[in-house]
């Protein structure tokens, strides 16, 4: 069964950058997309960039444009997020997610389908 794995994250100083990782493994796996979401203590999840498997096309939330960077890895089923002038504010934990049916680039979390366990990013002095 597939599945995805984050890594990268950790406590970085405001201003500072962090990459997150996102491995895909199975079998099954398949997406038409591959979005990074994020959730804060006590508010809801939500979307901070996806990928199209397709053409290559991002969609970014407006508060990461600039700053973050989705991209593909050369190993097929490996995701990246770039985070650069990392905020307080940007502090949560990130998820990666897949969506096998849509491949719109959707913001919204129900399209995507499978995701992994997260990772933790905080931004302090």
């Known amino acids: 069964q597939a599945q995805l794995v984050e890594s990268g994250g950790g406590l970085v100083q405001p201003g500072g950058s962090l990459r997150l990782s996102c491995v895909a493994s199975g079998r099954t796996f398949s997406w038409y997309a591959v979005g990074w979401f994020r959730q804060a203590p006590g508010k809801e999840r939500e979307f901070v960039a996806a990928?199209?498997?397709?053409?290559?096309?991002?969609n970014y939330a407006d508060s990461g444009k600039g700053r973050f960077t989705i991209s593909r890895g050369n190993a097929k089923n490996t995701f990246y997020l770039q985070m650069n002038s990392l905020k307080p504010e940007d502090t949560a934990t990130y998820y990666c997610?897949?969506?096998?049916?849509?491949?719109?680039?959707?913001?919204?979390?129900?399209?995507?389908?499978?995701w992994g366990q997260g990772t933790q990013v905080t931004v302090s002095s």
């Open positions: 990928i199209s498997r397709s053409s290559g096309n991002t």
């Open positions: 997610a897949a969506d096998s049916l849509f491949g719109s680039l959707s913001v919204n979390p129900r399209q995507y389908d499978l």
